[in-house]
């Protein structure tokens, strides 16, 4: 993402005229949008059919008649229900169905505080599924109101109010929200994984693993015990971990009940096999989950990365632009836009950086803190002094291990090396961090490094960022190559420092 050089990029048009407080709350929220479902089926009529006529084609199938529509439609919505408020992937005709269906009780019972928590987890998840930035105010809204209709003691309505603020990257909220939800109902499962979250977005890594000992001591059902391996997964990757990481979320896969929630854990497999740069078993994993969930965005994007490392460069881009048009996240679009310019399409990747902005706007007016991908994009792209000051202010707020390591870039992009070691350290260490090994952690510290003349250790983890992943970067690849060249060969007893 950068040049080989440790001078800041020259001014480029910032991607907000000042720099946002760091916190985003006491937005005026949007107006709760009530969408009637369509009403009225068709009837299904009975059809004669005359035996005598043997060259008459087959009729076909009658017509489910109003009641097995009434009837698919409820077992619809009582699925996507106990998916959402268990924190459960729902497909996404499903979750308009659920929506659709909340949306007319609560307008027919205001005083239902059940499903106002209901509808506002509902459009937690749709906003997560579609990059609906409206959703996010609708959701605080439905939340709040079942908040105050049935008083404090309201799990489904605090637990909605943790993932809402996991969402949208505020992990202060979701640890207050998700510790209340977990004292009114110290049993229920679904409070555990989004306090892992926000555990981990507060670098309080000795905290998140509590939350998955209590989680995994919990007896669970069939049904959400892969959601548990599932969780258990994510937080032996951040421990590094990657053999028991794999090993949880394998099975989570095969335990799934519905293909929408073995599409997610399939996805989440994809991406471990992405960080440890096995570019063949990522595209496989990633390619299963589309097939199983077209509306799966994460899974498309993940497709782009592999395919482009495998250098099938134009299925790359269509994966990625599929992505986009199923959910256009800020960070896809700046991983698209990278990609355009590894490849010197210049116009391309300005269109994409443009479509980055636009999106970023959108969720800052709907209280998502995008203070972390502003930074990077800052960093690289744009104002490296901008990037310092909202990642600082982000990590004020919210250390964890991503706002160390691109604080510490920042910070190196601007000039202070000094100051910059010591935010990749805290990204790198797992002494310090949670543990995770990552390419574009490794390769930032290496970069530091080199730059502060300590070149033993630039040599190490620059290696080491190609031995992780080899294809982690298509801007940072090549100048990983390219800075190990300049370092020479290691002296045959240099000792590397552990």
Known sequence: MCALDNRPSPPA???????????????????????????GVAAGGTLMLRPREPHRAAPPAPAAGPRAQAAARAAAVAAAQTAVLDGLPAALPDLTTLIGAREARVRAQ????????????????????????GDYPRAERALQTSLKVAGKNNTEALG?????????????EARRFGEEALKAAPKRWSAYPVLIDAYNGLGDYKAARSALDKLTALKVGPDVKPAVMARASAVYRDRGWREDAVAQVTDAAAAART???????????????????????????????????????????GQGRALAALGRTQEALTAYQGALAHRPTPQVALELGELYESLGMGRQADAQYELMRTQVRRELEAGIDDDLVIGQYEADHGDVQEAVERLTA???RQPGIEVADALGWALHRAGDDKEALRYASIATDSTKGGGVRSAPYAFHRGMIERDLDLEAPARRHLQDALRINPYFSPLQVPAAHTALTALGSQPPNEELPQ
């Open 13 to 39: 048009t910032s991607l907000l005229p000042e720099p946002a407080p760091p916190r985003r709350r006491g937005r005026v929220l949007r107006r709760l949008l009530v969408v009637a479902l369509a009403g």
């Open 394 to 396: 982000e990590w004020e």
């Open 110 to 133: 205001p005083k239902d505080a059940a499903a106002w928590a209901v509808l506002g987890a509902a459009y937690v998840e749709r906003a997560r599924r579609t990059a609906d930035t």
């Open 160 to 172: 909605g109010l943790a993932g809402l603020a996991v969402a949208r990257r505020d992990f202060p």
């Open 259 to 301: 293909p929408v929630e073995q599409a997610a854990y399939l996805c989440q497999a994809g991406q471990l096999a992405w960080e440890r740069g096995d570019r063949d078993d990522a595209l496989r994993h990633f390619t299963a989950a589309v097939r199983l969930d077209p509306d799966q965005p994460a899974a498309r994007a």
